[in-house]
């Protein structure tokens, strides 16, 4: 099981049993002070109504594990499997102005390891300090995402 999962399990499970003994100890007129500690919250509790309550709390378990199996696990990194040779690399300008003879040099060097190098249409395009207009950026950036090379 996840940490995550089972920190989230035990935090439910202690508050129904925290709110079904604090009821208790209200029924009772028991003084909060009473009833602050865990161990005092079992000593007020009936143990027909901490069943009831915790037995649905147990039946939510497999549900919350499934909403949780597509949440991002802390500490797992999805690493992508490295570029090799005949992959294609795609280079756009969504933010600055930038021209071909400026990235000539890596152009270069990307086809000298076997890279297939794919220029987005906003290279060399100028609208003040960005590569083109707003609308030209956003169609190149997603042309080069919707690109299956």
């Known amino acids: 099981m ?13 508050s129904l049993v925290q ?5 208790h100890c209200q029924a009772a007129k028991l003084p909060k002070e009473y009833c602050k500690s865990k161990f005092e919250y079992f000593q007020c509790m009936k143990r027909k109504d901490f069943l009831s309550t915790i037995i649905p709390a147990a039946l939510s378990i497999p549900a919350l594990a499934a909403s ?12 992508p499997p490295y570029l ?30 076997g890279f297939n190098v794919i220029i987005g249409s906003t290279i060399g395009k100028r609208d003040f300090g960005f590569g083109g207009t707003a609308e030209e950026r956003l169609a190149d950036f997603q042309q080069m995402l919707n690109d299956k090379n």
């Open 68 to 79: 949780m199996r597509d949440e991002e696990v802390p500490g797992k990194k999805h690493i």
């Open 19 to 23: 709110h079904t003994n604090m009821r």
């Open 84 to 113: 090799k040779p005949g992959d294609s690399i795609g280079i756009t300008s969504p933010a600055g102005y930038i021209t071909i003879e400026d990235i000539q040099p890596a152009l270069n060097k990307m086809n000298e390891w």
């Open 2 to 14: 996840e940490p995550a999962f089972i920190q989230r399990a035990a935090s439910l499970c202690h």
